[in-house]
């Protein structure tokens, strides 16, 4: 993965998911060794003093003698420091039973600026009504308090 690749990833990912994780609290995470591994956590403290991490894992993939035309893909991970965590494509599947992704295991795929951004938008749009909740200990599959 190039430096260069994952930049234009993270500025991407600032562009769509940014302002609505801002407000709702959660701030990039200032990691650059991370960042150039594909690794772009968003932060916030919760009001109980832990702290929630919506974590995106992303791969890039560029067309080489041995790999022609692999779609660059991510993934989203929910994590508190109280150990709870959760893929967000199998709190949404699996847990909440919203089959709006193929599968509990799904990474969002690519292979231009449109569909990038089409997917991140939809991986935000999930991170903010499922993800945030969750780790809040707001929302909950059994309809109970969340993750607390």
Do not use: C
């Amino acid at each position: 993965m190039t430096p260069a690749a994952q930049d234009a990833f993270r500025e991407m990912l600032l562009t769509v998911v940014g302002q609505a994780f801002s407000a709702a609290g959660y701030q990039l995470e200032n990691l650059p060794l991370k960042w150039n591994d594909g690794q772009f956590r968003f932060s916030r403290q919760l009001a109980n003093g832990l702290t929630a991490t919506i974590e995106f894992q992303h791969l890039t993939y560029t067309d080489t003698g041995w790999s022609s035309g692999s779609p660059s893909r991510f993934r989203v991970m929910l994590r508190r420091s109280d150990g709870l965590h959760r893929d967000l494509s199998a709190l949404v599947v699996t847990d909440f039973g919203v089959a709006i992704l193929p599968s509990a295991k799904h990474w969002w795929t690519y292979r231009d600026v449109p569909s990038l951004g089409r997917a991140l938008g939809e991986a935000g749009s999930l991170a903010a009504a499922y993800g945030m909740p969750w780790l809040s200990g707001d929302l909950s599959p059994d309809g109970d308090q969340g993750a607390e």
